[in-house]
């Protein structure tokens, strides 16, 4: 195949596929010098929006071209202008798939422990393989769970077992499903392609920003659990790790697990233990360390939810253009390094979105944010956190970071008057250190509701301090972020686990058998890179 990159298309041009096609194939024609019968495929590869100039806001696309036969194509390639050399690649059609079912499967079910991301990925690697995994979920399937969900936020009855944190598809279900990373690996093709076959939008294939969004992706990883069900798998729903077994040379020989309609512990043997148990499982933490097994503090980072109105970020990021509905609702991704060597950025960015209660335990307040397909809120939101490395942790124990997390949870809960709301403020108050006594033009989203108060009194100085110099320096590159009126809600404690469970290059802890994956293990930062940890954690069971 060829690939053609670079290709400049207007907002018209390129609004939708079938436009996108019609420029690939007149721009293919043009630099390949080929006739239309010479092209048997042509296909969208990458969309992204250029809106460095604000007086021309524009696509930028590629495309694969495959043309009637490798003599051709060799020819083509070999004839491109030298104006266009740097556009044109020859590619090979090589992407990567899923292992074929292997003669010598083991006997014993491999188990895999938590169907978030990585663990759903790493089931279905090994249902593909002809394994047929076990898949333990602590928390509902999908639907049951936005049930969990809708009592929580309207009767303030939070499910332990079942919420934003725990259920099928992880937290990543309920926070739009966001699929960029900043990472490059051949599985990342084979990742969205099943996430398409699973019913996700065909755009997520081309668009460099794709996401799914907290609407369709209940339906999208039912599919995959199905799919890994049809595969000769199990998953199981409400059902809990709750011990593991060590025999006299370090391997794991099985688990104890708890079903919410038994009391009893079930054992389960197996040789094979995934833990993708996600990073909101502290109980799995405090299991691990009673077990001894490596455990390390890791830097991560805290902070708020800061919500703006999206057509404040559609006017800075695209000017006179923030109305073209080709566009849709603008993002941002913003970082700082401040002088005193502290830094800040901003993470899980939900255009068009909605601040979400995202408590896992009762007595606390977490939040975080999604956004659904269309991206048609009225606010936009994204986590403002400050990073923190183990030696800001008060406490410095392993799970010193989990505690710190734990302070400022019961915190936020205490300051919300103790009903899940959450503590607020806008930003010109916060930088003004007065509480905030009523809202502006931004009407924070958050449900069950938000108590305005004065930040400094909920948060530690070692993050506030940092907030009150970066929204300055980040207003200077996205005008209006520091706008009064924007609304700070706190806190956002979970962007990603303060925890690595310490594994070899084999992918194993030092618990032979024991395989540490995903973000709660400390080794994915997102759905993409916990898909890919999920796979090649699989993968290395397969190659045992």
């Not at 604000?54 to 060799?74: G, Q, Y």
């Not at 044109?88 to 899923?98: C, G, L, N, Q």
């Not at 799914?212 to 209940?218: A, E, T, V």
């Not at 305005?452 to 948060?459: A, F, G, N, P, Q």
């Amino acid at each position: 195949m060829i690939e053609i990159t670079q290709v400049n298309a207007s907002l018209d041009e390129a609004r939708d596929e079938n436009a996108c096609l019609i420029v690939g194939k007149r721009v293919a024609k043009r630099i390949l010098r080929c006739k239309d019968s010479e092209i048997k495929s042509i296909e969208l590869h990458r969309k992204s929006i250029d809106a460095r100039k604000k007086r021309d806001v524009h696509f930028i696309l590629s495309f694969r071209v495959e043309l009637t036969s490798p003599h051709l194509e060799r020819e083509a390639v070999d004839g491109v202008s030298k104006r266009d050399r740097s556009r044109v690649h020859a590619i090979e059609d090589d992407e990567p798939s899923f292992p074929s079912p292997v003669s010598d499967a083991p006997q014993e079910r491999p188990v895999v422990v938590g169907a978030g991301c990585a663990g759903l990925f790493a089931a279905l690697t090994l249902a593909k393989a002809g394994l047929k995994p076990l898949l333990i979920e602590r928390g509902d399937p999908a639907f049951r769970r936005s049930h969990a969900i809708d009592l929580f936020l309207k009767e303030r009855i939070l499910d332990p077992e079942s919420n934003i944190q725990f259920g099928l598809g992880g937290a990543g279900t309920f926070s739009d499903g966001k699929l960029n990373t900043g990472t490059k690996n051949p599985a990342h093709r084979l990742i969205l392609e099943t996430f398409v076959e699973a019913g996700a939008p065909r755009d997520i294939l081309w668009d460099a920003k794709p996401h799914i969004g907290s609407d369709i992706l209940p339906t999208v990883v039912t599919a995959i659990s199905q799919r890994i069900e049809q595969l000769g798998g199990i998953v199981r729903y409400r059902t809990k790790l709750v011990d593991i077994h060590i025999d006299a040379s370090g391997a794991i020989t099985g688990i104890d697990v708890q079903s919410s309609q038994d009391a009893a512990y079930e054992p389960i043997e197996t040789k094979h233990l995934i833990l993708a148990c996600g990073h909101s499982a502290r109980d799995i933490f405090e299991l691990l360390k009673d077990h001894n097994v490596a455990l390390a503090q890791k830097t991560f980072a805290m902070g708020v939810r800061i919500e703006h109105l999206q057509k404040t970020i559609n006017e800075a990021q695209y000017g006179a253009f923030a109305d073209n509905p080709a566009l849709g609702a603008a993002d941002y991704k913003l970082n700082v390094k401040l002088p005193d060597g502290t830094s800040a950025y901003t993470f899980c960015m939900c255009p068009g979105g909605y601040v979400v209660a995202a408590a896992s335990e009762e007595g606390g307040v977490v939040t975080n944010g999604m956004s659904n397909c269309a991206r048609d809120g009225e606010n936009a939101n994204a986590a403002l956190l400050v990073t923190l490395t183990p030696e800001d942790f008060p406490d410095k124990s392993t799970l010193g970071g989990v505690l710190y997390q734990q302070q400022l949870e019961r915190a936020a809960f205490e300051a919300g008057g103790r009903t899940y709301h959450a503590p607020a403020q806008l930003v010109g108050d916060f930088l003004a250190h007065r509480p905030s006594a009523a809202l502006g033009s931004v009407h924070p989203t958050y449900r069950p509701g938000v108590t305005l108060c004065e930040l400094h009194d909920v948060l530690p100085a070692r993050i506030t301090s940092v907030l009150e110099q970066a929204l300055p320096a980040l207003d200077k590159r996205l005008h209006g972020f520091a706008g009064p009126d924007a609304v700070m809600t706190a806190p956002e404690t979970r962007s990603s686990s303060p925890v690595r469970i310490v594994r070899g290059e084999n992918r194993q802890s030092e618990i032979a058998g024991l395989y540490p994956c995903g973000e709660g293990a400390g080794y994915a930062g997102g759905i993409m890179s916990a898909a890919v940890d999920g796979i090649l954690t699989a993968e290395a069971i397969l190659n045992v």
